[in-house]
């Protein structure tokens, strides 16, 4: 499978994931903006952009995320590990939070 197709399969499965709990999902297919918005009860809780451990962020999404974190977005970036990894865990222990911006 190539890389396009592998981030936006683990999109969805983080997406189903956070449905799973209640979540309301927006995908987003803009250059440098977070793949998803996680929204609880019609407001907005924080954005995720999804990466596997080969894909890092890049440059220019590392800036939009700095620029969202400084209007007082919180911005979770989720690695997806192997499906293997997978099996017994709960939702939170299937993925790695490489990096987390918190609103102060």
Sequence with gaps: MDSQKIG???E???AE???NQGYQVLNVNERGFPDLIILKDRKMEFLVE???PKHKVH???KEFHKQL???GFQVKIITVE???SFKT????????FSRILLRE
């Design 69 to 71: 974190e400084a209007m």
């Design 12 to 14: 969805r499965k983080v």
């Design 82 to 84: 192997e499906e293997t």
């Design 17 to 19: 994931n956070f449905r």
């Design 59 to 61: 440059g220019f999404q």
């Design 8 to 10: 936006i399969e683990n």
């Design 89 to 96: 865990h709960s939702f939170l222990s299937k993925f790695r």
């Design 50 to 52: 999804v990466k596997t």
